[in-house]
């Protein structure tokens, strides 16, 4: 399966705990995006990659927040001191180019008691 | 910065019925992509619409570009239960958001 995958599936995790999901995009996509989604919304724009190269970082996301894409190949969503509003399914995708079809992963559900 | 807006957001309808759902922008874009999410799943790449007035067809749905390419809809013919699902409308060049999505539930 060539599609973009995401790991964990599902991380329960304490208040106040770093959690890292991986994501991996298919292979010949230049484009790697982030975004979290809660319940009965649309996803929200985190960040976005083109390469290694991060682009654009959403004002909405504290510095709690990071993200790396250190070879321009699979990609890591970092949430450090996690707060129980961080609880959301955190999405990724790719492209390849600009405007293009979005492939989405099947995301990562985080919970935060 | 672009606003998209999604209406319904919700619609429950019975087997059979025809329904429309709209999404709307505050300023003019190239093109939009509409997407339909399951639950538990990514959202998955319906059509890109790019002219204005363009109307494309998949199946049962019938997509349309506003003449003025600021808004769109998104027509589906005799529901089934398997078009349940949140719809949702994208754009964007290269910062792609989301409008809120539509949450559609088809009736047996």
């Known amino acids: 399966d060539t599609g973009v995958s995401q790991n964990p599936r599902h991380k329960i995790t304490k208040r106040g705990q770093n959690v890292t999901f991986r994501c991996d995009p298919i292979?010949?996509?230049?484009?790697l995006y982030w975004y979290r989604q809660t319940l009965g919304q649309g996803p929200e724009f985190l960040t976005y990659?083109?390469?290694?190269?991060?682009?654009?970082k959403s004002r909405l996301l504290s510095d709690r927040f990071s993200a790396e894409r250190p070879k321009g190949s699979f990609s890591t969503l970092e949430i450090q001191r996690t707060e129980q509003g961080d609880s959301a399914m955190y999405l990724c995708?790719?492209?390849?180019?600009?405007?293009?079809?979005?492939?989405f992963g099947s995301g990562t559900q985080l919970s935060v008691l | 910065t672009q606003l998209l807006e999604q209406s319904p957001q919700f619609l429950s309808i019975q087997e059979g019925e025809n329904l429309t759902v709209y999404c709307n922008s505050s300023?003019?874009?190239?093109?939009l992509q509409w997407y339909r999410q399951e639950p538990g799943e990514g959202p998955v790449l319906l059509v890109t619409?790019?002219?204005?007035?363009e109307v494309k067809k998949l199946k049962r749905l019938t997509f349309q570009f506003g003449d003025a390419r600021k808004d769109s809809s998104l027509h589906i013919t005799a529901a089934q239960p398997g078009d349940t699902g949140l719809y949702l409308c994208?754009?964007?060049?290269?910062?792609?958001?989301f409008g809120k999505g539509t949450r559609l539930h088809i009736l047996p």
């Open positions: 995708a790719s492209s390849f180019g600009g405007y293009e079809k979005l492939f």
């Open positions: 292979s010949e996509h230049n484009r």
């Open positions: 990659f083109q390469n290694e190269a991060q682009l654009e």
């Open positions: 300023s003019v874009f190239s093109s």
């Open positions: 619409v790019v002219t204005g007035g």
């Open positions: 994208a754009l964007g060049d290269d910062k792609i958001i």
